[in-house]
């Protein structure tokens, strides 16, 4: 249990904290959706567009069991800081041109450095928040993340209309802004990590007896990334739409996520949070949406079914990182983020070549439908996947008491 006393002083690095690591969000937003409209602009190539979300996620799933061990053997607060510095040196590169090696390599790096900033975060989120408070650190978090991704959105969009051509100086004055906002020394006070040995090996050990759960987050998230990879193409190739429609596209999906961590915070929504038959029917939805967006031909109504999106995936991700949060004992945090996220993202890169691979046989719109019929399949098995996690955990708990 964090004391009381200690959990005032830390609200105000919390806050610092997250700030940081939105920040870092945006910057790796803004140049996501910047670069992504020039590819598909300038090469016409739906294929060479997915090699940007592939090599974003294919970074930190190089670096997830490494950086794992470290969040958990050194400062948390030292971390942060060196993460921030490269991401400052990343993006320097760009001062040398902007072929698509330097904007695979740019992206690859920056990506990497961002997941393992966010990583980092959950870690430190796990010591200071008592978990009673964590449905508000989640919602927090999600309004913040919403947020942070729009307003990325919307820069790269600007930076696009605007055909300014020198992204990186804007890209390293936000990565040292997101440097300043923690570079205090003693910002954290951290509560008491319990030393577990063989940290890997418990860690294993709860990631084996909830392997249903991440295998659904990899499958799902597999999926999603078909909306990074198809939604320039669907707003330039097929609709034939400006780039204002496409940031209006992008930008819905960040907006609901916002409205959604608001709403979130509402007495009224927060007793609908812990219902795992909900939870499959917004993932039931969230297929809905992806097959309305596969047929629909009116630019704007992408951005409203977006937004959509958005706001579901809001609530499923407040529900499910609050329960995974509190469920995991705070000395392996670190360890089980990153192989628990690897599972998670590792469908993404893989799927995000295979989506872009299969655009050049198919019509892209009919493998978008393809993706949206199979997520409503999979909503009819969350509901009993929940409740094996939890069943899971709590004997876990049970049998050993040394890990929590």
């Not at 974003?56 to 053997?73: N, T």
């Amino acid at each position: 249990m964090i004391p009381s006393d200690l959990y005032k002083h830390n609200r105000s690095a919390f806050i610092r904290y997250l700030i940081s690591r939105n920040i870092a969000r945006f910057s790796n937003t803004a140049y996501y959706i910047y670069f992504m409209w020039e590819i598909v602009a300038n090469y016409h190539s739906v294929f060479l567009v997915s090699l940007i979300p592939g090599f974003s996620l294919l970074g930190y799933l190089i670096v997830a069991i490494p950086e794992g061990a470290i969040i958990d053997k050194y400062s948390r607060h030292i971390i942060y800081i060196v993460l921030n510095l490269f991401m400052i040196i990343t993006y320097s590169l760009l001062i040398r041109g902007d072929s698509l090696l330097i904007i695979y390599a740019v992206d690859f790096l920056s990506s990497m450095f961002a997941w393992v900033i966010s990583d980092d975060f959950r870690a430190l989120e796990k010591e200071i928040i008592p978990a009673e408070h964590m449905a508000n650190a989640q919602s927090a978090d999600q309004l913040s993340s919403g947020l942070s991704t729009l307003l990325g959105i919307v820069t790269g969009g600007v930076l696009i209309f605007t055909a300014y051509r020198d992204v990186y100086i804007l890209l390293i004055g936000i990565s040292v802004l997101a440097l300043a906002m923690i570079f205090v020394p003693n910002t954290i006070m951290a509560s008491h990590r319990s030393v577990v040995k063989n940290g890997f090996r418990s860690t294993f050990k709860i990631v084996k007896s909830i392997l249903p759960f991440l295998l659904l987050t990899t499958i799902l998230n597999g999926m999603f990334v078909a909306l990074d990879v198809f939604s320039s193409g669907l707003i330039y190739i097929v609709m034939h739409a400006s780039s204002i429609y496409y940031t209006f596209f992008i930008a819905g999906f960040p907006t609901g996520m916002l409205v959604g961590g608001l709403l979130s915070m509402h007495p009224f929504f927060r007793k609908y949070q812990k219902s795992k038959k909900l939870i499959a029917t917004y993932v039931m939805l969230t297929g809905g949406i992806i097959i309305l967006m596969a047929f629909n031909r009116i630019p704007i109504m992408d951005g409203f079914l977006s937004f959509g999106a958005g706001l579901i995936l809001a609530f499923i991700n407040i529900y499910i990182e609050t329960l995974v949060i509190n469920s995991i004992p705070s000395s392996i945090t670190g360890k089980f983020n990153s192989i628990t996220t690897m599972f998670s993202v590792s469908s993404s890169p893989l799927m995000a070549f295979v989506f872009g691979y299969l655009s050049l046989f198919f019509y892209f719109p009919f493998i978008l439908a393809a993706i949206g019929v199979i997520t409503l399949f999979i909503s009819l098995t969350v509901s009993k996947i929940m409740n094996g996690f939890t069943s899971s955990m709590e004997k876990i708990e049970k049998e050993n008491p040394e890990l929590f």
